[in-house]
């Protein structure tokens, strides 16, 4: 079962940020600077955190994953609500890493 989660980091050095975009967009789709939305299953959840892992400054950089729940059809109106232009959200299916 898959289920989508929020990704969001702050990253103080930009050969990490560089790197940490390179892993979490290897398992989500962009939403706007530093956030992403990954539907995984849970060996990738584990797969992208040992990743993260690798390549963040544990003393200074932050990385928070938030569980929105099931990746099913529909589900993303009604858990995420944002104002402006530009934030689309998947309705659906898996991501093959």
């Known amino acids: ?10 990253i103080r050095e930009p050969r990490r940020l560089r790197d940490t975009h390179r892993v979490v967009s290897a398992f989500g789709d962009f939403l706007q600077y530093s956030l992403y939305v990954c539907d995984l299953s849970g060996s990738e959840r584990i797969r992208m955190m040992d990743k993260l892992r690798e390549v963040v400054d544990h003393r200074v950089d932050s990385v928070v994953v938030f569980d929105l729940g099931l990746a099913e059809p529909g589900t993303s109106a009604r858990i995420v609500h944002s104002l402006g232009p530009g934030l689309r959200l998947p309705e659906g299916g898996g991501t093959i890493v």
Not at 2 to 10: H, K, P
């Open 1 to 10: 079962m898959r289920r989508r989660y929020l990704v969001c980091y702050d």
